[in-house]
């Protein structure tokens, strides 16, 4: 089964720009319906934004569009987060999800059946 390893996190300040990294191994992720989800301190994890197999079809949470960006090379079985004008609220950890079962997709965690470990993003004020 594919593996998920993301990449990226780190502590930045407000306003700051961070690019998350997801690789896979074990297997291709080209033909899988990918996302990017954060979970923050007491809250549910939420999904931020999916992407479909081919790049071609986005669906982001509100409000994020147009601060994040996903994006992927299949040639590489990687997919990325470009995060700009981060705020203290983005404070979260980061996972890379993978839904193996379907090729629709949208914002709902249960869709996704392969998870990553995550990635810590600190957004000081």
């Known amino acids: 089964q594919v593996q998920l390893v993301e990449s990226g996190g780190g502590l930045v300040q407000a306003g700051d720009s961070l690019r998350l990294s997801c690789s896979a191994s074990?297997?291709?992720?080209?033909?899988?319906?990918m996302a990017w989800s954060r979970q923050a301190p007491g809250k549910d994890r939420e999904i931020v934004v999916g992407i479909s197999w081919s790049g071609g079809v986005t669906h982001y949470a509100a409000g994020l569009k147009g601060r994040f960006t996903i994006s992927r090379n299949n040639a590489q079985n990687t997919v990325y987060l470009q995060m700009n004008s981060l705020t203290p609220a983005d404070t979260a950890v980061y996972y890379c999800?993978?839904?193996?079962?379907?090729?629709?997709?949208?914002?709902?965690?249960?869709?996704?059946?392969?998870w990553g470990q995550g990635t810590q993003v600190t957004v000081s004020s």
């Open positions: 999800a993978a839904r193996t079962l379907g090729a629709d997709f949208n914002l709902d965690p249960n869709l996704y059946d392969v």
């Open positions: 074990g297997g291709t992720i080209a033909e899988y319906p």
